[in-house]
C-alpha cells in the first residue's frame, strides 16, 4: 500500500493538488521537485535542478515536460501552467485528468484517464548520478497512442528566477537524442530516449507565474525554454537535427520575469492492443524519457 496515495477529489483538483508538492533527490544534493498539479509554484520546482558543485551549486537546467497524448483523434494535454498573475489563466488544464496520484517508494506516479484509455507517469533519479527518468506506462486502451513531449530547460540557480536574451544554445543530434550546451565551458545536458525521434526547436515560454515567489515577495514571473516537438512524422536524430536553442537568460532575483526554452524532443508512439483491430491488450507498453547532466 502506497504511504501517499491521492483520488481524483485531491489530485486533480486545482487548489488541493497545487499546494501538495513532491520531491525526488540523488543522495549527492541534486533533486527534482513539483506540485501534484504539476503546476510550477516555485523558483524551485524542475525536473533536474543539478548541484554542478555537490553538495552545492544547484542549478535548474530541466524546468518540466509538456507532454501530450493523441488518442482516439483527441488530444489530450497532460500537463498545466498559471500565466501572469495569481489568479492568471491555466493553460492547459491537463490536472483534470489526473485520476490518481500516488508514492510507489519515493517516486511519484500520476494516473490519467483518457478516454478509454489509462495511461502512468512516474519520476524517478538515478542514485549518484545527475540523471532524471520520466516514464510513460501505457496501462489499457483501445487503439494506438501517441506521445508527444516538449521538454522545457533553463540554466539558472534555483533560488532565481530567469529572462531571456538574444543568447544562443548549442543543440546537436547525439544517438537517441539531443546534446544541449548552455555556453561554451558549460557540461552538456542530454535528452535521451530509446526508440524516440527527436527535432530541434527554440521557443522560449515566458510569463509562467509562480504562486510561492510571490508570496515570499521574490520574483514572480518565469520564462522557460522549449527544446522540442513530436508532432507526428518526425526525423530520426540523425537526420535534419541541426538547431539552435535560444537560451541564455539573465538570472536576477526579483525581476518577476523568468523564461524557460522550449524545444522539440519526440519520444515513440505507444501502442496498445493488436494491430489487427486492438482485439487484445498487452500487458503494458512503456515510454522513457531521460535527461543526463554530463
Known amino acids: 500500500m502506497a504511504l501517499i496515495d491521492l483520488g481524483r477529489a485531491i489530485a486533480n483538483d486545482l487548489a488541493a493538488g497545487t499546494r501538495r508538492e513532491w520531491l525526488v533527490t540523488n543522495g549527492l544534493g541534486s533533486y527534482a521537485s513539483g506540485t501534484v498539479t504539476g503546476i510550477l509554484t516555485r523558483s524551485y520546482h524542475g525536473l533536474l535542478v543539478a548541484a554542478l558543485d555537490p553538495p552545492l551549486g544547484r542549478t535548474l537546467l530541466w524546468a518540466t515536460l509538456d507532454a501530450t497524448v493523441v488518442y482516439d483523434g483527441r488530444a489530450w494535454p497532460l500537463f498545466a501552467h498559471r500565466w501572469q498573475a495569481p489568479d492568471g489563466p491555466i493553460d492547459p488544464t491537463g490536472h483534470r485528468d489526473i485520476e490518481r496520484f500516488r508514492l510507489e517508494g519515493t517516486a511519484p506516479?500520476?494516473?490519467?484517464?483518457?478516454?478509454?484509455?489509462?495511461?502512468?507517469?512516474?519520476?524517478?533519479?538515478?542514485?549518484?548520478?545527475?540523471?532524471?527518468?520520466?516514464?510513460?506506462?501505457?496501462?489499457?486502451?483501445?487503439?494506438?497512442?501517441?506521445?508527444?513531449?516538449?521538454?522545457?530547460?533553463?540554466?539558472?540557480?534555483?533560488?532565481?528566477?530567469?529572462?531571456?536574451?538574444?543568447?544562443?544554445?548549442?543543440?546537436?543530434?547525439?544517438?537517441?537524442?539531443l546534446r544541449v550546451d548552455a555556453f561554451g565551458d558549460a557540461t552538456p545536458l542530454y535528452l535521451l530516449s530509446a526508440g524516440g525521434s527527436f527535432e530541434p526547436d527554440h521557443e522560449w515560454h515566458r510569463s509562467f507565474f509562480l504562486t510561492e515567489e510571490a508570496v515570499l515577495r521574490?520574483?514572480?514571473?518565469?520564462?522557460?525554454?522549449?527544446?522540442?516537438?513530436?508532432?507526428?512524422?518526425?526525423?530520426?536524430?540523425?537526420?535534419?537535427?541541426?538547431?539552435?536553442?535560444?537560451?541564455?537568460?539573465?538570472?536576477?532575483?526579483?525581476?518577476?520575469?523568468?523564461?524557460?526554452?522550449?524545444?522539440?524532443?519526440?519520444?515513440?508512439?505507444?501502442?496498445?492492443?493488436?494491430?489487427d483491430g486492438y482485439s487484445a491488450l498487452p500487458a503494458r507498453e512503456t515510454s522513457s524519457l531521460a535527461v543526463v547532466l554530463g
Open 218 to 275: 521574490l520574483g514572480v514571473g518565469e520564462g522557460i525554454g522549449r527544446l522540442g516537438e513530436n508532432d507526428g512524422p518526425a526525423p530520426r536524430p540523425n537526420e535534419n537535427a541541426e538547431g539552435d536553442e535560444g537560451d541564455q537568460r539573465e538570472s536576477d532575483e526579483g525581476t518577476g520575469v523568468d523564461t524557460h526554452l522550449q524545444g522539440r524532443c519526440l519520444l515513440e508512439r505507444l501502442v496498445t492492443g493488436r494491430r
Open 109 to 177: 506516479v500520476w494516473t490519467y484517464v483518457l478516454g478509454d484509455a489509462q495511461l502512468e507517469k512516474r519520476i524517478w533519479m538515478e542514485p549518484g548520478a545527475d540523471t532524471t527518468y520520466v516514464r510513460f506506462d501505457l496501462v489499457r486502451g483501445s487503439g494506438p497512442i501517441e506521445l508527444r513531449a516538449k521538454p522545457l530547460v533553463n540554466r539558472r540557480d534555483h533560488h532565481a528566477t530567469t529572462r531571456a536574451d538574444d543568447e544562443i544554445m548549442s543543440v546537436e543530434p547525439v544517438e537517441s537524442g
